[in-house]
């Protein structure tokens, strides 16, 4: 498995992963801070409405499609 990490760069079956706190993520769509963020099927953040869908945390800054944002975890699940 190749994971790609925020400088582009892979290594095959190695990644990073936070559990708490702000997190650097790429957009898989455009993101509005303070959107609900939750991840696309290629693990990027995109944003969530959906009822009942799970989230990872929100997003501290707007950002476009394939732009870095900051991410605080604070996994939920929207109500529905």
Request: charged share 20%.
């Amino acid at each position: 498995t190749l994971v790609e990490g925020m400088d582009g760069s892979t290594t095959a079956g190695v990644g990073t992963v936070a559990v708490s706190g702000i997190v650097k993520i790429k957009a898989g769509a455009n993101v509005s801070a303070g959107d609900k963020v939750t991840s696309d099927s290629a693990g990027k953040g995109i944003t969530t409405t959906t009822d009942t869908d799970h989230f990872g945390g929100f997003a501290l800054e707007a950002a476009v499609t394939g732009d870095e944002f900051k991410m605080l975890i604070a996994p939920g699940m929207v109500a529905g």
